[in-house]
């Protein structure tokens, strides 16, 4: 496995051409990374993240720090207030009326501003944790993605961020809180210390409590988020393959299974429920025997003398100061356990490396002839199960060739190794005799261009489905495109033409019609190796006659590998190969392998028994 990422792009801070329409947002992308270190706690692995919005991070909690200092002094001015002017008629009440509201006006403002800026900040570091696992999962290989479900990755990028998010920004709020406490404390301690010490006889049992509640949510917040990734992937399978459900009616199993997880989710939420109801209540209720205890204390002093009315009055304000970090305590704890389990599921794909990376002193791939060829090619998508074996090709630049062969003969492998979505697993794939894995990726895939038979669309407009290669391509090159495609006609019927936006997925298209638009795509970022992978399959005959006429002149200078599995797609190319078990077992033009290679003639019976 490689032990380094490869570098990171980040979007444009001044807005960009956006290959699915309109301009990339002024959002810059993140401003950091999060740690490597897997060794370290995970608020430290997502501390960088918080670090890099530190001027609006630090002012928030600065400002929360002042608010509630300045209310820490009320009380304290009620005391003074109370034993001086009600009870001593040494002072102005209307002053110090006046001092108490400006200090409540001025911890209020700062408490709005403070607020202002956590928020802003909390949202920030959201998007950059969210745009984080974005960009790493566009870098993971096609391996990352044959085992891992979509679900779990939206699950992850949603719900497991927010998580995090909630409680990277909101605790150190809470702490502060908590610190604010310590002033109170002091204020209690200069008003009676034994009193003081009589109010805190609690706090250790609020200590023990809190450890223990953190060891019992850790687990079932972990279950929790593992079975809200479940059921979005059952959502996002439903959703995407609705046509396959209805067409089987598989509604009421689909609903069914759906439940089932909604169950596991609920058992989830129940147990959660269950440990918050047998632990908040200790978190939260305790303080209360601390204002009873001082009730009971600071009562006797008051009615022997030793302590002033306003003193107690301000006592108990500033053991409700203490009391409310401690009622966060119990929701701190449930969060923090909560943004773990997150930040660990969250860590599982950022921690994951690309198996498909660029070798340092990797070289652009310029002006490209096309000569293709695979050096004795092993490959298995397993390691127990090979797919090509000693598989052997030359392709000359310029030349078309067909190959043809059973289902599973590796017909399709051949295409994901020479635009490396795979790595061999021995022999070299090369272009122009560079193998490719000595060239940068970007360059690669940029001269050779795949269609393939399953073509995935985008929910935008026609135009912007075409240029999605070529983001700025003129209007007259995309209708071009278009044209070669035999796309143009039925484009020109649809509602706003080639600004129509289709469905999801191209859904609202017919088959041949997203795969002519697929090859219009290819056809117009114009790469000088083409690979058409059963590309016009779900096309009627008499259009892909019509095709087929334009692709003959276009493949006429680039070279060609067609992915065969009916004649019309065999007669493109003058020389066709036959694949079997992942070889070359056949090599000539389709007459010369009729008259000696019984395999290409089965094949070729198999194919028009298929298309009658």
Same mark, same amino acid.
């Given at each position: 496995m490689p032990k380094t990422l490869p570098p990171r792009s980040r979007a444009g801070g001044e807005g960009g051409a956006n290959p699915l329409g309109g301009v990339f947002s002024t959002y810059p992308g993140p401003r950091a990374q999060?740690?490597?270190?897997?060794?370290?706690?995970?608020?430290?692995?997502?501390?960088?993240?918080?670090?890099?919005?530190?001027?609006?991070?630090?002012?928030?909690?600065?400002?929360?720090?002042?608010?509630?200092?300045?209310?820490?002094?009320?009380?304290?001015?009620?005391?003074?207030?109370?034993?001086?002017?009600?009870?001593?008629?040494?002072?102005?009440?209307?002053?110090?009326?006046?001092?108490?509201?400006?200090?409540?006006?001025?911890?209020?403002?700062?408490?709005?501003?403070?607020?202002?800026?956590?928020?802003?900040?909390?949202?920030?570091?959201?998007?950059?944790?969210?745009?984080?696992?974005?960009?790493?999962?566009?870098?993971?290989?096609?391996?990352?993605?044959?085992?891992?479900?979509?679900?779990?990755?939206?699950?992850?990028?949603?719900?497991?961020?927010?998580?995090?998010?909630?409680?990277?920004?909101?605790?150190?709020?809470?702490?502060?809180?908590?610190?604010?406490?310590?002033?109170?404390?002091?204020?209690?301690?200069?008003?009676?210390?034994?009193l003081a010490l009589v109010a805190l006889t609690i706090m250790p049992i609020l200590y023990v409590v809190g450890i223990k509640m953190r060891r019992v949510l850790f687990p079932i917040s972990w279950v929790l988020q593992s079975r809200l990734a479940d059921v979005a992937t059952i959502v996002d399978e439903n959703v995407n393959g609705v046509r396959v459900v209805k067409s089987f009616a598989q509604e009421e199993a689909?609903?069914?299974?759906?439940?089932?997880?909604?169950?596991?989710?609920?058992?989830?939420?129940?147990?959660?429920?269950?440990?918050?109801a047998t632990w908040s209540p200790w978190v939260q209720n305790l303080p209360q025997l601390g204002l009873a205890l001082v009730l009971a204390f600071g009562g006797a002093m008051v009615i022997q003398g030793h302590l002033h009315p306003g003193a107690i009055l301000a006592f108990n304000a500033y053991l409700m100061m203490l009391q409310a970090p401690f009622m966060m305590l119990g929701q701190l704890v449930m969060m923090g356990q909560r943004a773990k389990a997150s930040a660990e599921r969250i860590?599982?794909?950022?921690?994951?490396?690309?198996? &498909?990376? @660029?070798? %340092?002193?990797?070289? #652009?791939? $310029?002006?490209?002839a096309g000569a293709l060829d695979f050096d004795h090619v092993r490959f298995g998508y397993h390691a127990d199960n090979e797919i090509l074996r000693d598989f052997d090709l030359h392709v000359d630049p310029g030349e078309t060739v067909a190959l043809v062969g059973r289902t599973g003969s590796g017909k399709s492998t051949v295409a994901r190794l020479l635009t490396r979505f795979y790595d061999v697993s021995g022999g070299a794939v090369r272009v122009d005799g560079h193998d490719v894995r000595d060239v940068t990726l970007a360059?690669?895939?940029?001269?050779?261009?795949?269609?393939?038979?399953?073509?995935?669309?985008?929910?935008?407009?026609?135009?912007?489905?075409?240029?999605?290669?070529?983001?700025?391509?003129?209007?007259?090159?995309?209708?071009?495109?278009?044209?070669?495609?035999?796309?143009?006609?039925? &484009?020109? @019927?649809? %509602?706003?033409?080639? #600004?129509? $936006?289709?469905?999801?997925?191209?859904?609202?298209?017919s088959g041949g019609q997203r795969q002519r638009l697929a090859i219009a795509r290819t056809l117009l970022v114009n790469p000088p190796v083409l690979i058409l992978d059963d590309a016009t399959s779900a096309v009627d005959v008499h259009v892909e006659s019509t095709i087929y006429g334009a692709l003959r002149e276009l493949m006429s200078s680039r070279t060609t590998l067609v992915i065969a599995h009916r004649i019309s797609t065999i007669a493109l190319a003058r020389r066709v190969v036959v694949l079997e078990e992942g070889r070359v077992v056949a090599d000539g033009t389709h007459e010369e392998l009729l008259a000696t290679s019984p395999l290409y003639g089965e094949i070729l019976a198999q194919t028009m028994v298929e298309e009658a």
């Open positions: 999060i740690s490597r270190d897997t060794t370290l706690p995970w608020w430290r692995r997502v501390l960088p993240i918080i670090a890099s919005h530190r001027v609006t991070f630090i002012a928030s909690i600065a400002l929360s720090f002042a608010s509630l200092i300045f209310q820490t002094l009320v009380p304290n001015m009620l005391n003074h207030a109370i034993t001086n002017v009600l009870q001593r008629h040494a002072g102005s009440l209307r002053q110090a009326v006046i001092e108490i509201l400006v200090v409540g006006v001025v911890a209020g403002a700062t408490g709005i501003v403070s607020r202002q800026f956590l928020y802003r900040t909390a949202y920030e570091v959201e998007a950059d944790l969210r745009s984080l696992i974005y960009e790493h999962l566009t870098w993971l290989s096609f391996g990352f993605y044959d085992r891992v479900q979509s679900g779990q990755l939206i699950s992850r990028a949603n719900s497991d961020i927010r998580s995090v998010q909630m409680y990277s920004t909101f605790a150190p709020l809470i702490i502060v809180q908590a610190s604010i406490g310590v002033l109170a404390f002091g204020f209690m301690v200069s008003i009676d210390p034994l689909e609903v069914n299974r759906l439940a089932d997880a909604a169950e596991r989710v609920a058992w989830g939420y129940t147990k959660d429920a269950e440990i918050r860590f599982e794909i950022l921690d994951e490396r690309p198996e &498909i990376v @660029e070798r %340092p002193g990797a070289f #652009d791939l $310029v002006q490209v360059s690669l895939r940029e001269n050779v261009g795949v269609v393939l038979d399953e073509p995935f669309l985008f929910s935008v407009s026609v135009r912007d489905n075409i240029a999605y290669g070529v983001p700025h391509a003129s209007p007259e090159a995309i209708e071009a495109a278009a044209r070669a495609a035999a796309a143009h006609d039925f &484009i020109l @019927e649809l %509602p706003e033409g080639y #600004d129509t $936006v289709i469905g999801e997925r191209g859904y609202t298209l």
